[in-house]
């Protein structure tokens, strides 16, 4: 087996944890010099590639990609920037290939989400017409848990814990204030399209510790009337409501209703999101005192509060990509396999891209409590492993502390430069 | 001595360890049973007096009360409820002497910020005039960190390490997201009247650590053309910028900016609050693409992340509260002196209530920087050690254990009912 270079890059929205799949893939490829060299890394995602802007992971030492398992973020920055299909594409995918080969890259580890899935997907195909050898495996990340085949995606977890911390948190605060004060807390939380992150803000509660919890999930069209009439039965009975609401949640029509707002003078949309809208309405109609939140990057980012299933899960997957790699394979994710709920335990496995890329996973029905306001006990029975343990990074002077790599060029090879 | 109870109260906004102070109070009294009787809380604070809705603290076992070290929110309940001055509010104070003379309350511990410090400088005086035998001590509790005499306040520390971590942690995110996605990021804190809140914000950077930040202080006159220069210079020269604004931002006119917002077509004041009015601001004249983030209760209730010195702090001061009562003490507050800052060294000292009550203590000028947009040394000399330290509490699957006390109440010995 030739010796060959292997290139990494992040892709999407990054996690509290996609640094952990960094982590995995650089560590695992140092174990094995005798069949990858270098480890180069895209600055700021797939656009790295795109304009041989390439970065030599070997001048960071082994305590600084180390330090990554205990740094949110995207290293290496990542980028929003899709390649369309191979037709309509074909400049940006043969220029990728243009400059795999300048640098002699024989495997392609792409980190992300769907859209990466399908890119990655892509990347093979094209090595494959034009005859260049190339391994291209998939790194599953995504808050949004929506890949296919894989029983959970990293970065999920990690938020997942932050926001059901959160929210009982806050419940424990609103229970508190509510005889003379606030009475109703609302808490917006991401996930556009699948109500994954929405359904854990249900772990706030659980049997030992009860709150009047209502949530809203993308899932089920937002019906006003039966709403308030459950935060009011749960405030008249409890004396307080908590509401975790997916900012897509839609109407009748099909709309988001964070875009149905108000505009003010000039046009514009109002500047809330549905976390405020809701709480407006409540006050509106039911006249309860409100406070709300927006977590916003602070849930994807909080790597103080990450996921220790989370954490072993995104380095697990970085590593099984170069182990896979290794092994011969290509066009693969390692997806992550559930052998067992109780105890937890998993496995990875290679999933095929093909059957993994344009495919979104959404919350089941099963999972959704008949009101559309809360979590069965099979989703709680899903949820619960992807948040326990706790991983907290080290701390100096009251803050954690996070490594920034040096991120040092590597010399461009290729004359031309490839606007993007 | 004659063995007599106590009566304890939470007031105001609660924090993630003001039930330290409670653990700190009950659990010194228990051992002085020779001395002090019942620990009686209010529920929801002072109305719990007014009302006679008295708990028996000694239901709730050793174990219970030690658990509130690592429980947010107030445990009994606090409430939003000011009793004015003495000729005003005679019968409410008048009300309080009758129920404490029912239950043999000859201690009086109230654990809140300014206001409690005058209302309970107030009983005090109003149990002299009557002859009532009556300790009262306040017991410092304020995330806004203004009272005086005392160097911080407890509840506070614990925010600054929440928000100092959380706008690290959305800067490392931003700035893998800034090439091609979001480049602005905007955190709205607490602290409607002092900065104290909004400079912490200013920690989440440090010489190893250098983030381009903008702090918008409540104490700094909002220059808008002045701001959006800082913005863009920030962003073109590191690719973006990470904003703190204070909820009491004020402009020229001294108007809180938050309520200079436009109204929907119903009149209604726009929901976001002024993170999201500084984003759009910023999304209007300067075109970059942005994220804000209002963390709102969750700042404050965030046990998960507390400060050890904020903690060690809250306990200490509930501990020292009924030793100075037991030392004869009235009319005081355990202030917080600090005697060193490296290495941080601090102790208590007892504080007359009548030179803290209606004062508030306001961020110094010389912890702005002067452009107004940072911190000085001497502020990060101030603020570090507060945060420093961390003190998570134990988790169970995944999520925080936090105890609920039984609270069962105390037979009441008043016939008459009291409207509050």
């Known amino acids: 087996?030739?010796?060959?270079?292997?290139?990494?890059?992040?892709?999407?929205?990054?996690?509290?944890?996609?640094?952990a799949s960094a982590a995995g893939v650089i560590e695992t490829a140092?174990?094995?010099?005798?069949?990858?060299?270098?480890?180069?890394?895209?600055?700021?995602g797939i656009i790295g590639a795109l304009t041989e802007d390439l970065i030599d992971?070997?001048?960071?030492?082994?305590?600084?990609?180390?330090?990554?398992?205990?740094?949110?973020?995207?290293?290496?920055?990542?980028?929003?920037?899709?390649?369309?299909?191979?037709?309509?594409?074909?400049?940006?995918?043969?220029?990728?290939?243009?400059?795999?080969?300048?640098?002699?890259?024989?495997?392609?580890?792409?980190?992300?989400?769907?859209?990466?899935?399908?890119t990655c997907l892509k990347v093979s195909q094209i090595a494959d017409r034009l005859n260049y050898p190339l391994q291209a495996i998939h790194i599953p990340k995504t808050v949004d848990n929506d890949l296919v085949?894989?029983?959970?995606?990293?970065?999920?977890?990690?938020?997942?814990?932050?926001?059901?911390?959160?929210?009982?948190?806050?419940?424990?605060?609103v229970a508190s204030m509510a005889k003379t004060s606030t009475k109703i807390f609302v808490m917006e939380v991401m996930g556009r399209h699948a109500g994954w992150i929405t359904a854990a803000v249900g772990l706030a509660e659980d049997k030992k510790?009860?709150?009047?919890?209502?949530?809203?999930?993308?899932?089920?069209?937002f019906d006003e009337a039966k709403f308030l009439r459950a935060v009011r039965e749960k405030t008249e009975r409890f004396g307080y409501c908590c509401i975790g609401v997916s900012e897509g949640l839609r109407d009748a029509s099909g709309k988001l209703m964070a875009e149905t707002g108000t505009r003010d003078a000039f046009g514009h949309a109002q500047l809330g999101g549905i976390g405020p809208q809701i709480a407006q309405l409540i006050r509106e109609k039911l006249n309860y005192k409100y406070h709300w939140a927006v977590a916003d990057y602070l849930q994807r980012a909080a790597r103080h509060?990450?996921?220790?299933t989370d954490l072993e899960q995104s380095y697990a997957v970085g590593k099984a990509a170069v182990q896979f790699a290794l092994g011969g394979h290509n066009a693969i994710m390692p997806a992550i396999i559930r052998t067992s709920d109780v105890p937890y335990r998993w496995k990875i496995?290679?999933?095929?891209?093909?059957?993994?890329?344009?495919?979104?996973?959404?919350?089941?029905?099963?999972?959704?409590?008949?009101?559309?306001?809360?979590?069965?006990?099979?989703?709680r029975a899903y949820l619960t492993p992807l948040i326990r343990g706790e991983t907290p990074p080290p701390f100096k002077n009251g803050v954690p502390q996070y490594v920034r790599l040096k991120n040092i060029p590597l010399p461009k090879k290729l004359d031309m430069d490839f606007a993007i």
Do not use: W
């Not at 030739?2 to 996690?15: D, H, I, L, P, W």
């Not at 029905?365 to 069965?376: A, E, L, M, N, Q």
């Open 305 to 308: 509060i990450a996921s220790k």
């Open 209 to 221: 510790t009860p709150i009047p919890l209502l949530l809203l999930f993308p899932e089920v069209v």
């Open 349 to 379: 496995k290679a999933a095929p891209l093909a059957k993994i890329a344009n495919h979104e996973k959404m919350l089941p029905k099963t999972y959704i409590t008949r009101d559309g306001f809360g979590i069965t006990d099979k989703a």
């Open 149 to 173: 085949l894989t029983d959970n995606c990293p970065g999920f977890g990690s938020v997942a814990k932050y926001v059901a911390t959160s929210m009982r948190e806050a419940a424990f605060d």
């Open 30 to 44: 140092r174990k094995h010099q005798d069949k990858i060299g270098k480890v180069i890394a895209g600055r700021n």
């Open 1 to 19: 087996m030739k010796k060959r270079n292997a290139f990494y890059a992040q892709s999407g929205g990054v996690t509290a944890v996609i640094n």
């Open 57 to 118: 992971t070997g001048r960071d030492s082994a305590t600084a990609i180390a330090a990554l398992k205990h740094t949110p973020s995207g290293a290496f920055g990542s980028c929003r920037y899709k390649l369309k299909g191979l037709a309509e594409s074909r400049a940006q995918y043969e220029r990728l290939i243009d400059v795999f080969r300048a640098h002699d890259i024989g495997y392609f580890f792409y980190n992300g989400g769907n859209d990466s899935a399908d």
